[in-house]
């Protein structure tokens, strides 16, 4: 089993930056990822890191914008968002895989109950 805790979602102007965490417990996962969920839409993948070596990859919608990381000593995943606009608003989930980087949330068995971030135009 596998915990999942985010934090760090908020209310910020558009422009603005956010660092979201999500701590990780129990048995380690191959890769970690961030999804969004927008009201009334479907989950979207936003950024993977494995867990081993770092390797990234992103969504179109976040290239240049979000950096994913992960504090291994901390057992933390970061995702920094900069430039933020309105359609970034979501409910932001943090989830675990067992598969290396996958980009669909039905290779991810956990899950955290999610970090909402709005932001203001």
């Known amino acids: 089993q596998a915990q999942l805790v985010e934090s760090g979602g908020g209310l910020v102007q558009a422009g603005g930056s956010l660092r979201l965490s999500c701590t990780r417990s129990?048995?380690?996962?191959?890769?970690y990822a961030w999804f969004r969920q927008a009201p009334g839409k479907g989950r979207d993948f936003v950024a993977v890191i494995s867990w081993i070596g770092g390797t990234t990859y992103y969504a179109d919608s976040a290239k240049g914008r979000f950096t994913i990381s992960r504090d291994e000593a901390k057992n933390t995943v970061f995702l920094q968002m900069n430039n933020l606009r309105p359609e970034d608003t979501a409910l932001y989930y943090c989830a675990a895989s067992a598969r290396t980087n996958s980009i669909w949330s039905t290779d991810y068995a956990y899950w955290g109950r999610g970090t909402q971030v709005t932001v203001s135009s």
């Open positions: 129990g048995r380690t996962s191959s890769s």
